[in-house]
């Protein structure tokens, strides 16, 4: 897979700020509210056409990481659990360590990934990374005003069909922190319903 940089300059800033919002926009579905449509609009459909399966972490959990070698359980997982790549179709990943070569046979070759990573801004520009292929975007965010330029969170927003699944845990995106040391994930689902009404959980 190759990954060019596309440049950010003063024309071209606004641009590449409408590519990353169509990449994550593109499929998304059934997130408004009806109400955000004329009545000569065309609704999306799909939440209501579609079977409503139970949603795997409705209420959140939080799992550690299945270590090399450990019998599977209930309270660990591994990254394939985590993303389910047979069902995902598109995800945004956040990250401060980045090993492509171990992160990309965990997904589909077809499903469409933005990440975004830590960087030295010293040595490496800022801007927007992609595959040829236009499925992988790599994202090199800005650190205006920043003393000590540093991107840590380690968060995923996995699209499915009919819901969204929000990771954040304490691995990077490498394989020493899925595999080697145990890291923390919490997981929750949430359905694709504009009009639900959600009660907190004792995650918020």
Known sequence: MSIQL??????????ELD???????????????????SDDDAQPSI??????????F?????????MSGE????????????VQP???????LTT?????????????????????QSYNPNVEPQGVLQSSDG???????????VKYPIMHSKIMLLFYDTYVRFVASSANLIEIDWTVMQNAVFIQDIRFDGSQIFECTQFG
């Open 86 to 92: 047979d069902k995902l179709r598109k995800a945004l």
């Open 58 to 66: 409705p209420d959140g959990t939080v799992k550690l990481t299945r």
């Open 135 to 145: 499925l992988t975007t790599i994202v090199n965010p800005e650190f205006a005003g």
């Open 47 to 56: 939440c209501n056409d579609l079977p409503q399966p139970e949603l795997p």
């Open 19 to 37: 590519r990353f919002d169509q990449l994550m926009s593109d499929d998304v579905i059934c997130i408004s509210d009806s109400s955000d449509f």
């Open 96 to 116: 401060f360590v980045l090993d492509m070569e171990w992160l990309k046979p965990h997904f589909r070759a077809d499903t469409k990934l933005v990440i975004v």
């Open 71 to 82: 019998n599977k359980s209930n309270d660990c997982v591994t990254l394939t659990d985590v």
């Open 6 to 15: 596309k440049q950010n300059d003063s024309d071209s800033d606004k641009s």
